[in-house]
């Protein structure tokens, strides 16, 4: 089993910063990816970004150049740099970790945090 819990959410000018955290516990591979999802109000949950194993990063255009993703495998952590936001950032932010087949890469199953609200006002 996989527990994630994020963390570094609040209520932020635009233009300001914040910095989220997630943090997960259980089994744990630095091998398989982990990323960032972002469900704005009404909307469905996309993809902020994902963290592969190789340290490669994959962001959505809408936040390419503001926000930056890294990883501490030694402390099973993974944290969201968020700089100058806009009040489209607001909504719910969620961790996800995917297990994956160590043999094939196939993703295997899914795990989610519970997610932390940020709130840009404008």
């Known amino acids: 089993q996989v527990q994630l819990v994020e963390s570094g959410g609040g209520l932020v000018q635009a233009g300001g910063s914040l910095r989220l955290s997630c943090a997960a516990s259980?089994?744990?591979?630095?091998?398989?990816?982990m990323g960032w999802f972002h469900k704005a109000p009404g909307k469905q949950r996309e993809l902020v970004g994902t963290l592969t194993n190789g340290g490669s990063t994959d962001y959505a255009d809408s936040v390419k150049g503001r926000f930056t993703i890294s990883r501490d495998n030694a402390k099973n952590t993974m944290d969201l740099q968020m700089n100058s936001l806009k009040p489209e950032d607001t909504g719910v932010y969620y961790c996800?970790?995917?297990?994956?087949?160590?043999?094939?890469?196939?993703?295997?199953?899914?795990?989610w945090g519970q997610g932390t609200q940020v709130t840009v006002s404008s």
């Open positions: 996800n970790y995917n297990r994956t087949n160590p043999f094939t890469r196939d993703v295997e199953f899914d795990y």
């Open positions: 259980g089994n744990i591979f630095s091998r398989d990816p």
